[in-house]
């Protein structure tokens, strides 16, 4: 696998995991009204439900890479349309503070037990180690450079949930603004579909 490749696919993982979404809203939230120790709770919760989904994964992209290369190409196309999706997405959620919802004040046990389910059954994550990762592999990749893109995509998701809990305190305004949240929105939005133009060139 070329840096190329490696690069893009750390940058997709940064702002599909930067994307607002339940984990960022709920967990800077529950961060700030439970406390540090209840947000760590949930980053481990999350971090487990996305590692059962990346083990998964890794096996069956690797199965499909291998025997069905008209198939793993339908999954690049895939991948490509999921990111202009939630391109779209974002772009059409600008200025829109909706997702920020209260907390709920979960304790510890129970932050790690929304977190681990949520994430278990999480379809943005299904949809990226499905159809987004694929689209950084070639025909003659194996297990062992989707299982790398995988734990690429685990480190940089526990990175920015650390980040959310350590900083909800502080940022739980900024995040609440129209406008703020408007800008965040239209950046990620231009962002993801340079991506996927990238991808779609790339395949």
Request: hydrophobic letters at 60%; glycine letters at 10%.
């Amino acid at each position: 696998m070329d840096a190329d490749a490696l690069l893009s696919f750390l940058l997709t993982a940064l702002v599909l995991e930067l994307t607002p979404g339940p984990n960022m809203a709920w967990l800077a939230l529950l961060a700030a009204t439970s406390g540090p120790q209840a947000g760590l709770a949930a980053v481990l919760g999350i971090t487990l439900g996305l590692a059962v989904q990346a083990l998964l994964a890794a096996t069956g992209v690797a199965v499909v890479v291998a025997a069905w290369p008209g198939l793993f190409q339908a999954l690049h196309i895939a991948g490509v349309a999921y990111l202009l999706y939630l391109a779209l997405e974002s772009w059409r959620d600008a200025g829109n503070p909706a997702h920020h919802l209260p907390g709920g004040g979960e304790d510890g046990a129970a932050g790690f037990r929304r977190g681990l389910v949520t994430n278990l059954l999480n379809p943005k994550a299904a949809l990226m180690f499905v159809t987004v990762l694929p689209g950084f592999l070639t025909v003659e990749s194996g297990a062992w450079e989707s299982a790398v893109l995988s734990a690429i995509y685990l480190v940089v998701a526990v990175v920015v949930h650390l980040m959310i809990v350590a900083l909800a305190g502080t940022l739980r305004g900024p995040l609440a603004d129209p406008v703020v949240s408007a800008r965040m929105h239209r950046v990620q939005a231009m962002t993801l579909a340079a991506v996927a133009a990238w991808l779609l060139g790339r395949g």
